[in-house]
């Protein structure tokens, strides 16, 4: 792929904020920023918040926040439409100006029976152009109880194509294209418009987003060039489909990008996993952001629809979890565990984090698991006990008791030792020992290594856990 030699690479991610930011769009930001990033260019964030229906200031925090999270950072930006309006309406005045645009007085009901006309013949429901000059031609008299929109002057002969970054090359015939309206009868520009306007002051060099917006294309690209600008590159990347195929919605789960953070995902993962969603690098599956930005290039992008994979994700979390320190993970679990209702001083958090992690896929995994150290410890109810602790094994229970009272130190090794010792002498098998201890001393059947959980949870709770026990 080449990054068009003529102009500096500046990609832009666009979302509207009317909800969170959803794993599509993410992914569109990611695609984006990779592309500004490998090829050294800048990425530019811009809010799309012209619907006054729909957009909120939440949702634009939560867009930037999904953002500062995926530590997807702009260069530019955030710019907000709706504080470019004044632009807009400058750039409609200078068409109407040049005939690019032209006042429609069509009302609504007359535009609906032209469509009506239309279907009626079996052709495509459009404008008739009414209002659209022509060399020669004479208008109709303005009326004056009607407030007019703007309609672009669109090309009616040839077609407009583009060569698809992704979807290669895409031609529309113009005479599909509407005069589209580019004001309303109060002034303010439509979504197209304050697209195009943006892409150009943006100098916008390569649009990355997704396919719904494909029959927008060829309408903007008129626009542009009737300004007089150098349309952008496109490449329209397939929706993520879920597990069955289906449009990815709420039904499969999670889909705010914030819910991952929330579920114990890594933001490392995150990238790793929607990067691959849609794109690839030969069979490499897992890699790191800097190798992402050094491997991205658009001609890889898939022209299917991805599907989303949570045991996938699952995986790739997991070993990026791995991937991290003992001590990073303390400190990105510490306040997990805090909301769990335990208390992350109260156990060595970076070696507990060193024997979670094996056996962990997320953070929140990890929480859970930390709280057998560091929660409120409950003892094993009614039930448990009798299961568990026959006389047999209070028996061994309390030969470990005591031995484990005149062990020196208080060390993993040291109580494998222990346990293997007496293990042998009585001539018994492991279970029959580790599992009486478990419930013993963590209220639960299963845990990880009984020696390192022994050796974590510290001599003196131990050794008082037992003697409760055994009393
Ligand atoms: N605001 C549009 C959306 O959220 C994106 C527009 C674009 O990328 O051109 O779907």
């Not at 979302?15 to 569109?28: E, I, M, Q, W």
């Not at 709706?82 to 535009?111: F, H, N």
């Not at 995986?315 to 400190?331: F, G, I, K, M, T």
Request: proline letters at 7%; glycine letters at 8%.
């Amino acid at each position: 792929m080449t990054a068009t030699a003529s102009r500096p690479v500046r990609t832009r991610f666009a979302p509207s904020p009317t909800g969170y930011l959803h794993l599509g769009g993410a992914r569109t930001a990611l695609f984006s920023w990779a592309f500004a990033r490998h090829y050294g260019g800048s990425f530019v964030l811009r809010i799309e918040d012209t619907d006054l229906e729909r957009s909120t200031p939440e949702a634009v925090q939560a867009i930037l926040d999904g953002m500062q999270w995926l530590d997807l950072s702009a260069d530019e930006g955030p710019y907000y439409q709706m504080q470019r309006m004044s632009r807009y309406r400058e750039v409609i005045a200078d068409m109407l100006a040049k005939g690019t645009a032209y006042y429609c007085y069509s009302t609504p009901a007359e535009v609906e029976a032209m469509r009506e006309k239309a279907r009626a013949i079996g052709a495509k429901p459009r404008y008739d152009g009414t209002w659209r000059p022509e060399p020669g031609k004479t208008l109709p008299p303005v009326p004056d109880s009607i407030q007019p929109v703007v309609r672009f002057r669109s090309p009616q002969i040839g077609v407009t194509a583009w060569d698809d970054l992704v979807k290669g090359p895409i031609s529309f015939d113009n005479q599909e294209l509407d005069d589209l309206v580019i004001a309303r009868p109060d002034g303010t520009p439509t979504y197209n418009f304050c697209v195009v306007v943006d892409d150009w002051d943006m100098q916008i060099s390569h649009v990355i987003r997704g396919d719904d917006h494909v029959n927008n294309t060829p309408r903007q690209i008129n626009i542009l060039r009737a300004l007089g600008a150098e349309p952008p590159c496109y490449g329209h990347v397939p929706m993520i489909l879920g597990p069955d195929g289906e449009k990815l919605s709420k039904r499969h789960g999670a889909v705010s990008v914030m819910e991952y953070d929330r579920l114990g995902y890594l933001p490392e993962a995150m990238i790793n996993y929607l990067a691959r969603l849609g794109w690839s690098h030969g069979n490499d599956e897992l890699f790191t952001r800097e190798q992402f930005v050094s491997w991205f290039d658009p001609a890889h992008l898939s022209r299917s629809a991805a599907q989303w994979d949570p045991k996938k994700l699952n995986w790739v979390n997991a070993h990026a979890l791995r991937q991290l320190s003992p001590q990073d993970l303390a400190e990105r679990v510490a306040p997990r565990i805090q909301r769990r209702g335990g208390s992350p001083g109260n156990a060595d958090l970076v070696a507990v984090m060193e024997l979670l992690r094996e056996r962990s896929e997320t953070l929140e995994d990890l929480a859970e698991g930390a709280l057998l150290f560091c929660g409120p410890y409950t003892p094993a109810d009614t039930a448990l006990r009798t299961e568990v602790l026959d006389e047999t094994a209070l028996g061994l229970l309390r030969q470990f008791h005591t031995q484990a009272q005149a062990l020196p130190g208080w060390t993993e090794a040291g109580l494998d030792n222990l346990i293997k010792s007496i293990l042998k002498t009585e001539g018994v098998k492991m279970p029959k020992l580790a599992i009486p201890l478990r419930v013993a001393v963590t209220g639960q059947k299963h845990t990880p290594s009984i020696s390192a959980v022994l050796s974590l949870l510290g001599r003196n709770a131990v050794l008082q856990r037992l003697a409760d026990t055994l009393a």
